[in-house]
């Protein structure tokens, strides 16, 4: 909750900046009715639907490949349920980053889904988990955030 949250207020200095850039180079002798706070609402939309759009297109690119070695960590973590969805934030060469998302139980009982960051890396024989931490579990006492907020 509080990652969305500062992911939108991010967002939203970054859509003011933009908006201060454009009036900067508009005409002086322009005299219309601009609304600024439309094109700031544009920009923000835009910044805070980017690295979701990258995601999921580097998701779409290399998820295939990567599949194996996101299920290899999940299941070395122990958790209870299955992965849900994974996404891949980063892959520069023999080197990958991905946010997993699987379904597990807390020590209730309850459902909750457990936030993995993974990083990978590609051996000989295909894409491996080479180290993953647990951003957000309640069983596992763990509240942090990634960016862009998954949950």
Known sequence: MFGMVGYLMMCFAVACVLTIIVAMFRPIKQHDDWKAWKLMLGFMVAVGVIPYGYAEGMTMAYGDQLKNGVKEAIGE???TG????????????????????????NEFG?????????DL????????????SIVNS???????STMPPYW
């Open 110 to 118: 309850w459902p909750e889904r457990t936030v993995f960051e993974i």
């Open 77 to 79: 973590s122990a958790v």
């Open 138 to 144: 309640f069983h596992r006492q763990r509240d942090a």
């Open 82 to 105: 299955k992965l849900q969805f994974f996404k891949v934030i980063r892959l520069q060469g023999k080197k990958a980053h991905a946010i997993a998302i699987a379904n597990d139980t």
């Open 121 to 132: 890396v590609n051996e000989k024989d295909g894409w491996h988990a080479d180290a993953y």
